[in-house]
């Protein structure tokens, strides 16, 4: 493994770290209202370089998801990066229906804000600032593919049908379509096991279900970067979601990547969630 094919994977996982690497599943109705809050840490190879904090707020109309994020411990010193993400959208039909999302990455020389609109799951209006150089062997972006797709963070909840408990094997049949703003993937879960969990200060205790995700890279990429060649034949990524009370929407409270120099997680240090209660409705 030569030293630029390590750094490029380890520049994309910490970028990617900073908004805390939210992994895209399709959403589907909602059954409540609810809200969780929770606190993440990132770290490669057993060593912390990142830390977050995210809030969901799932509303009878609308929905709010917001994460921030900055890098700590040994990469702090190799190079400071901040970073963070929000979208707001509708809840219309029992569906979430996000219109408006933004992230921005600051690390080291790399400062990048990313905004896109949407409406009815495709997109409208998308740009990136500073405008990235042209690179003339990436995979174009076609209108075809701004369609049926959702945004990283509201593709991050995933819905779980029925009237059983939500936390299960049936959770992990989902494959999604995401726009990040400059590429389009899709991700597909598979069940791998069930687990329990419990907090040391507090929060969410229970069950959580465990799946493997797959990463399938479909435009607005290089073919020839290592990252993305190295997480499209990964068949070790896994993502462990738990619920947010009140609703059949689970959450993700951890995510594992391995990679050629140390596995990379991303995983809640605090996950507290809450129903809320329905506002009343006036004539």
């Known amino acids: 493994m030569n030293r630029f094919r390590i750094s490029s994977l380890r520049r994309a996982f910490g970028l990617t770290a900073l908004w805390l ?19 993440y840490e990132v770290t490669l190879g057993g060593i ?18 917001a994460v921030t994020g900055a890098t700590s411990g040994i990469m702090k010193a190799i190079g400071n990066g901040n970073g963070n993400a929000s979208v707001r959208g509708r809840v219309a039909a029992g569906q979430l229906n996000p219109a408006n999302y933004q992230t921005s990455i600051n690390y080291g020389p790399k400062n990048e804000t990313i905004h896109i609109a949407l409406a009815k799951g495709n997109v409208t209006d998308s740009s990136i600032e500073p405008v990235p150089p042209v690179a ?22 995933l819905y779980v049908a029925g009237t059983g408990d939500p936390v299960g094997p049936d959770a992990c049949h989902k494959t999604t379509s995401v726009f990040d703003g400059r590429m389009r993937y899709d991700l597909r879960l598979e069940y791998r096991r ?14 959580v279900v465990v799946c493997g995700v797959y990463f399938t890279p479909l435009s607005g990429y ?3 970067r290592y990252a ?17 009370a009140g609703t059949r929407i689970l959450a993700p409270i951890r ?11 991303v995983e809640a240090t605090e996950f507290s969630t809450a129903t809320l209660a329905r506002a009343a409705k006036t004539n």
């Open 222 to 224: 290089v073919p020839g």
């Open 255 to 265: 995510m594992k990547i391995p990679t050629p120099i140390g596995t990379g997680l």
């Open 194 to 207: 069930m687990e329990r969990i419990t907090f040391s200060k507090g929060g969410y205790q229970g069950p």
């Open 136 to 157: 003339n062997d990436r995979i174009a972006v076609t209108d075809a593919h701004r369609r049926g797709v959702l945004d990283p963070l509201t593709g991050s909840l």
């Open 228 to 244: 993305i060649k190295y997480l499209t034949e990964q068949r070790d990524m896994e993502i462990a979601f738990a619920p947010i």
């Open 48 to 65: 912390t370089i990142g830390k977050g904090n995210w809030i969901v707020t799932i509303g009878e109309d609308d929905y709010s998801s």
């Open 21 to 39: 690497l939210a992994a895209a599943v399709f959403c589907d109705p909602l059954a409540a209202q609810g809200r969780v809050e929770a606190k």
